[in-house]
């Protein structure tokens, strides 16, 4: 038998390639886990920056229909209109876009949700008061792009004159 030499102390190569297989393997194990986070994180804020866009849009609406009498609301199309402009009965005008999103307006006052006209003219009619202060609709605001990302929001506006 041979006597080990006390002075040597090292790793074997076997015992290296272990290590390494193990380092590498956690490694990727983290940087996935991080990737993963990166990804849900971006997501998430993408989705709130929509919700926030959508709750803008339909503040402003309501307050629009509790102040105004008559209004028309203008979508340079529909669906997935870039800009939606009020113009007020006394001619003055307010356009609501931001240029990462499109907006889809539908009508939900009937049993089926349809499109709504890209011209939607809002007055107070004493015969059918119940109609016309009312608006129930459903705004659906999309990511430019990504068809995917999208938030939708039924919602009804109503006045009491």
């Excluded at 194990?29 to 929509?50: H, K, P, T």
């Excluded at 340079?76 to 800009?83: G, I, L």
């Amino acid at each position: 038998m041979q006597k080990l030499d006390q002075r040597q102390m090292g790793i074997t190569l076997i015992e290296l390639l272990a290590v390494l297989a193990i380092m590498s393997f956690l490694l990727i194990l983290v940087g996935s886990m991080l990737i993963n986070g990166l990804s849900y994180s971006n997501r998430a804020q993408a989705n709130v920056l929509l919700q926030q866009e959508a709750n803008l849009l339909v503040t402003t609406l309501d307050r629009i229909h509790k102040t105004q009498i008559s209004y028309t609301i203008h979508l340079d199309k529909n669906p997935h209109a870039t800009s939606i402009t009020i113009h007020y009965e006394n001619g003055e005008a307010m356009t609501l876009s931001n240029s990462d999103y499109v907006y889809t307006l539908y009508n939900t006052s009937g049993d089926v949700e349809t499109l709504m006209e890209p011209i939607i003219k809002i007055k107070q009619n004493s015969g059918d008061s119940l109609y016309f202060n009312t608006l129930p609709f459903k705004l659906v605001v999309q990511k430019k792009g990504d068809p995917e990302l999208k938030y939708e929001l039924r919602t009804i506006l109503s006045r009491r004159m």
